[in-house]
């Protein structure tokens, strides 16, 4: 990597041959990348990919749901019946896979997350109420003593 560490916390900008090492040769990408690191990182990093993915799983599994249905209803026999079939369970278990994430994975994560922030809390509470009392402590050790 290039010499120097980046702004802010930011890690330090890629060096022409490592850029060229993962694929990016135009200088236009290579400016508009320095340019929205940040957002990246964080879309990268965050919940987003997971959140965008869960919602587009959820609404073409659910057309798909719904598609499979009408066409189902309409052909009983032939090729157009065995795709309708595959249709209607293609969208029913995607859009219901989407839901059993959520329930198992993301309302737990989120909670989880919830409560840290309320221990993190109470911990820096206690840590000031120590503070105080050592800062009192302290205070009376360098009062003035009778002789």
């Known amino acids: 990597m290039a010499e120097g560490s980046g702004a802010g916390g930011a890690p330090p ?6 850029l060229e090492h993962l694929g990016v040769r135009d200088p236009g990408v ?4 320095e340019k929205h690191l940040p957002e990246l990182q964080r879309s990268v990093y965050g919940q987003r990919l997971l959140y965008q993915s869960m919602g587009l799983g959820f609404v073409l599994g659910l057309a798909a749901h719904v598609g499979g249905y009408l066409l189902r209803s309409s052909v009983t026999t032939g090729l157009y019946g065995l795709v309708a079939d595959l249709l209607y369970a293609l969208g029913l278990a995607l859009w219901t896979g989407v ?6 994975q993301v309302v737990p994560e989120v909670k989880r997350r919830q409560i840290k922030r309320t221990l ?10 120590a ?17």
């Open 13 to 18: 900008p890629f060096t022409d041959e490592e």
């Open 30 to 33: 290579r400016a508009w990348m």
């Open 99 to 104: 839901v059993v994430v959520l329930f198992v």
């Open 120 to 129: 993190d809390a109470y911990e820096a509470t206690l840590r000031e109420k």
């Open 131 to 147: 503070q105080a009392g050592s800062d009192r402590a302290s205070g009376d050790d360098k009062a003035p003593t009778a002789r």
